[in-house]
Structure formats: C-alpha cells, structure tokens
C-alpha cells in the first residue's frame, strides 16, 4: 500500500461512524445468556466477544463507534466502561453506549436491526458522518474495515456488504447473495430454504456477515422509507437489502485474511453452546487460526489486575500442570491435572483433579479429586469435591444442560437446584 493510499483509507476511516448491535439475547448459548447479552459473554480466557468487533474498528482507524444494546443490557455497561474509556473525547473519538428507548411516541423496543438504527437517527445526524458502517457484536474474527471502506468508495456503492464462503448446507442460517464479475449484488435472500450455491461450487454459497457501509445519506433515507412500511420487519437482510438493490449500487466485499488475501479470513459465529465451544479450544492449537499473539492487531479489553497463573505441587499423585491449555490470570492450579483446556481469570483446580477439554469461566472453583470433560463451567461456579462431568450423559442431562454435540453446561443454578 503506497502513501496515497493510506492516507485515502485514513480519510474514510475518520469520515465513518460505526454502529455495533449488540442487543441479541443469544438464546441459542442457553442458560450463558441468562444472566447476560451474547455480546458479553467470555471469549478466549480474558476478553468477551464484543471486544473482538471493537478491536476491529481501533486497529482499522474507526474510532466513533456506538454499541446499541438492549437485552441485559447492564452486563455490556461496566466492561465497555472499564476497557474502552482510553478514547479521547476532546479528539472526537468515543464508544457510547446506545441503549433501547420505551419513547412516547414508540411503544416497543427495537423491532428488527434496521429499526435500531432507525431509533438512533439523531445520533448519526448529530455527527454528520460520510459513511456508516453497521456491525455485529457478537462474532469472533480480525477484519480491516479500512479495505472494505475503500472497496465502497472505488465501487461507487451506496451499500457494500460483507460475506464470505460457506458450505452451502449450513447457508440457510445466512443471507445468501448472487453478485457478478465486479462484485455487484444482483439478488439477495435471506435464511433461504433452498440456497443458491456459488457458480462453479455447488456445495459453497456466498453468505453476508451481518457487516454492512452505507453512505450515510443513502441510509437514512432508506431507514425512513423502511420505517412507514407497517408489513416490513425492519430488518437490514431481510428489508433494507433487497430493497436498495432495486433502489442503488450494492456491491459485495469478500472477507480475506489480515496478512494473505488469497485466503478467506478467520470468522466465528459462536451462537450455539457447541461452536462456542468448540472456537475456545481452538486456540490451544500449536498454531490456531485465530492468533492472539499478533502484536499487529491486538485485541483489546478491560485488563485485570490479577497476579500470575500458579502452579503448585510436585509429587507423583499431587502434580499441578496444565498442557495443551490457555491459562488466564489470578488462576491457581494446585495439584490438578489440565489438558486441551482454557481457564479464564482468577479460577481455581484443587489437588487431585482432572480438567480435559473444557472452559472454566471467571472465578470458578473446581474441588478436589474431580474430573470433567467436554465441558462448559460458568462464571462463578464451585463445583464440589469428587464430582464427575461429562462422563454419564443420562446423569449430565438430568442435572445440567447437555448440548447436540455432547458437550456439559454447568451454572451456578444448576449446582444449586
């Protein structure tokens, strides 16, 4: 990238104003929503998962962003206030929070993610940004919206959406898009039951991720047209989409890796209790594909002040170890066994017992002589002495929450029911 470049990447970035929907209650995580938004829940041993979509908007130089929250709203207030409060004001820059308003002339909460937008019009008139760019909170990947931002621009797009490849079985959860050789939408659909697969890829289809530019003034005039009509969803797949194809220039933007743009980037929808497993444990590969350790593009969040991982005792039977695992801050592993596994600050194993495959959230206590595996343990459980998870599957559904592909959930309210 020449100097010219950048400096035209810059300017877009600093004319853009970032929207990140953060107000999904995320029903599919069960009970790891109960107490708190999809956005908000533990990622990766230290970070939650809207840290990953804000981290994204610091790096790519987009530094006035708006979170719209609504469900359990309070679990997102204190993490955004203690991590991201670093932005100066003085200089424009700002993560404010947007949350659902019961207004005298609207009587229900947002109604789709257009209308959440629509229901924050004041907000982007008030900072008269070029570009708006519409965000999910809730899904773990590195993108530059920089480059998606210049694509917009040489494009000469009024909306420029986000996608990527999926297998074409798994479409029918996405917005499936039909473009041509300059990357132009020319149909979009979304959740079809039949999804159309890709030309020359008959088991791959071409799926939005929810990641949306609109030039601002195209926006709002599609938000108000949206909101008059009484039969729309005011929703952006499923309304405002398919009608600014009829109305304007669409293109696509397909996602590629940070360092390697022959190849599609890392992207995670953690929506269900096994993929959100199954993302954490990934991380403790010898080399994941999602790399915390990149000093390029760090991944930022409230930093606690915690003492570092311990682990005590060395004696045939009574060894502390951790292998194959991620191990967090203020954890003690004292004479227990961890394998293939990821410990989220301040969590304590006590001697004798054996931790396989499984995420122990925030300052969870697992007691002596236990063994789980293949498991979910919430924040702030104790799990008393010699108990056994993820080894009976009758006992586990009975007692807890036992997902599809066999994996335990444990809450505190479990343990104490």
Sequence with gaps: MTAGDTRFVSRLTRETLALVMAGGRGSRLMQLTSARAKPAVPFGGKFRIIDFTLSNCINSGIRRIGVLTQYKSQSLIRPLQTGWSFLRGQFGEFVELLPAEQRSEIASWYSGTADAVYQNLE????????YVLVLAGDHVYKMDYGRMLAHHASTGAMLTVGCLEVPLDEARSFGVMQIDNSTRVLRFDEKPKHPEPLPGKPDRALASMGIYVFDALFL??????DAGVAESSHDFGKDIVPNAIKEGSVYAYPFTDLYDSRKQGYWRDVGTIDAYWQ???????????LNLYDNDWPIWTHQLQAPPAKFVFDEPNRRGSAIDSMVAGGCIVSGAQVIRSVLFSNV????????EKTLLLPNVTVGRNC????????EGC???DDTVIGENPERDRK??????????LVTREMLLS
């Design 220 to 225: 709002l005039r599609r938000l108000m047209a």
């Design 348 to 355: 304590r194993v006590e001697s004798g017992s054996h931790v």
């Design 123 to 130: 907000f982007i008139k008030e900072h008269q940004p070029a």
């Design 279 to 289: 993302a954490n444990l990934e991380l403790v590969d010898v080399q994941p594909e």
């Design 399 to 408: 007692l807890f929450h036992l997902s599809e592909g066999g994996v335990t």
């Design 382 to 384: 104790v799990i008393p």
């Design 371 to 378: 063994r789980i595996r293949n498991a979910i343990i919430d």
